[in-house]
């Protein structure tokens, strides 16, 4: 019974903690583009790059 009277404030508090991560999450931005960064490694722009420097190494 003694453990249950450190538990439960123990518990509250790290429930206020992960409340607070996650309000600091959501207010910073963290979830505000969840799809672009998968989007971002699908776009090819290596043979853009490639080109580029060809014709630089051409001149």
């Not at 607070?20 to 910073?28: L, M």
Request: a negative charge; charged letters at 25%; glycine letters at 6%.
């Amino acid at each position: 019974m003694e453990s249950v009277f450190l538990l439960i404030p123990v518990s509250v508090v790290l429930v206020f903690v992960i409340a607070a991560i996650f309000w600091w999450s959501v207010k910073s931005g963290q979830f505000d583009d969840l799809e672009g960064p998968g989007f971002k490694i699908l776009m090819d722009d290596d043979k853009i790059a490639e080109n580029k420097n060809s014709n630089n190494e051409n001149k």
